[in-house]
């Protein structure tokens, strides 16, 4: 069964910056399309970025220009490089497989953006 593992989230103020990990412990990893969601309280999990298998990236619109998502083949590892954030940022952060997530949630990684 496949297991994802995030980390690198944290506290940071409004136009700081974080760099967030995700592990994929399992087979297949080169042959998915993998994604960042986040889900604030008490709503949704939404889908922010995306990183096909070759490395193409998508974004949601709110985060444009200023998030990054990239993938390490070598790895199995999915990586969000997030600047220029905003107190609308914080959420806890996931990932995988994109658009449609059908693997077990992981654990998130926290992410608090405030002044």
């Known amino acids: 069964q496949v297991q994802v593992v995030e980390s690198g989230g944290g506290s940071a103020q409004p136009g700081g910056s974080l760099r967030l990990s995700c592990l994929y412990h399992?087979?297949?990893?080169?042959?998915?399309?993998m994604g960042w969601f986040r889900q604030a309280p008490g709503k949704e999990y939404q889908l922010v970025a995306r990183?096909?298998?070759?490395?193409?990236?998508e974004y949601e619109d709110g985060v444009k220009g200023r998030f990054t998502v990239s993938r390490d083949n070598t790895k199995n590892a999915v990586y969000l490089q997030m600047d220029n954030l905003r107190p609308e940022d914080t959420a806890v952060y996931f990932c995988?497989?994109?658009?449609?997530?059908?693997?077990?949630w992981g654990q998130g990684t926290q992410v608090s953006v405030s002044s």
């Open positions: 399992g087979p297949m990893f080169t042959f998915r399309s």
């Open positions: 990183v096909s298998t070759s490395g193409d990236a």
């Open positions: 995988n497989t994109a658009p449609t997530p059908f693997l077990a």
